[in-house]
């Protein structure tokens, strides 16, 4: 999906989305800059690699010393250029930090040789052993929804396991993982952290690295996936959707309504597991779409230092939210509440009356949208949940244990939920 950057010829100007002040300018990087920092990284992994994990995980210390000591800096960069809250932004710092924790806690371990024994010895000259093929270079493409976080939590394991790391961010948000980058050779650490931006960048990083981590829109996964299977390289990706919740009849009505407003509208909405669309049991569709227009209105910030809840990171994402509401509107839905749009900011939304015709019940949205549609049977609240795909995250409001683990089961969803819903990346003393 497009974002406004200012992009000029060999740099890319971030401006921030609560007032437009420039924020800072990172150079973009050609194909062929690329492929020669590829180059670079793939040299320095070999020593890198055989410095050993404990030698390796001196420097990760070492970098994880250096994030605590410039956390106010490092969080109100962020902060600036995501249109997030302070708070928010310290939030997702501090995941960032217990990822580190728990990868130079346990990453020896993981990455120690297994010695199994055999079912049956041909010879008592046969010895098994299982250890781990490191990939020279990894690549890492992350989206501009948590830019520090989702950075952190991919490459601290590649690089503790003796991979260099070539990150390419978003162009929407490349400053704070910019400045990561920085903070590690800034230590002195060997050269095996490196970053690659702008629009040609993501390309050539598919065409050049070992293998391949890549966080984002299902669409583009697609396109990452077909890249590296024709180059033959391993790719891991975490994709987003449409997640989606069920509110069946005997559902407790109030509890829903509040914790599908937080999962929908929490970060506006951007967070790639954020409820984009809602299923009701038809009984109970005008009580509930009343109770959930009641709570949307009164959703507002979520910790004090949010002056305003409703900035998206991007002003052309708000377009293409606004879009989407528009429509729907015009294939028929019901407006109840929101959706006015200005600038970088968009008023959180309820949608009653949508159907598979309307793109804002198939097609990502990333804002604070919450479509909601009736159905009048388990089956078809599972069947309309699977076009396209129920999305990363499945929440389903039902007194009746069977019902809730029938759904569950049906929808392949990586998290489900019944009678709560699952906030994305929020730490445990989230409220």
Known sequence: MPHTRTVRESSITVLAPIDGRPVGTVQVQSPEQVGVTVGRLRAMQIPWRAMGVVGRLHWVNRFREWL????????????????????????????????IDYHRTHGAEYLGVQRPRAHSLPSLAVHLSVSYHRSAVVGVITPWTYPLALTVFDIIPALLSGCAVLVKPSSVTPLTVHEIAAGWARLGAPAVLATAIGPDAGPAVLDSVDNVHFTGSADTGKVVALRAAGRLIPCRLELGGKSTAIVFADADLDRAAAAIALGGLAECGQAYHSIE????????????????????????????????????????????????????????????????????????????????????????????????????????????????????????????????????ARLPAPNTAVNDVSVHLAPPTFA
């Open 68 to 99: 605590l000591e410039n956390e106010d800096s490092l969080t109100l960069l962020l902060a600036t250029e995501t249109g997030k809250s302070v708070g928010a932004a310290r939030q997702e710092f501090a995941l960032a930090v217990q990822a």
């Open 277 to 408: 669309r809602v299923f009701v049991e038809s009984t109970v569709y005008e009580v509930f779409l009343d109770k959930l227009a009641t709570e949307v209105a009164a959703f507002g910030a979520e910790d004090p230092e949010d002056t305003d809840p409703y900035v998206m990171t991007s002003e052309t994402h708000v377009r293409f939210v606004a879009d989407q509401v528009r429509d729907a509107l015009d294939k028929g839905a019901n407006l109840r509440i929101g959706g006015v749009s200005a600038g970088h900011t968009f008023a959180p939304a309820v949608l009653a009356d949508v159907d598979p015709a309307m793109s804002v019940l198939t097609q990502q949205t990333l804002g604070p949208v919450l479509p909601v549609m009736r159905v009048d049977t388990v089956d078809e609240a599972i069947e309309r949940a699977m076009v396209p795909w129920c999305g990363p995250s499945v929440s389903v409001w039902t007194t009746d244990d069977a019902t809730g683990g029938y759904v569950c």
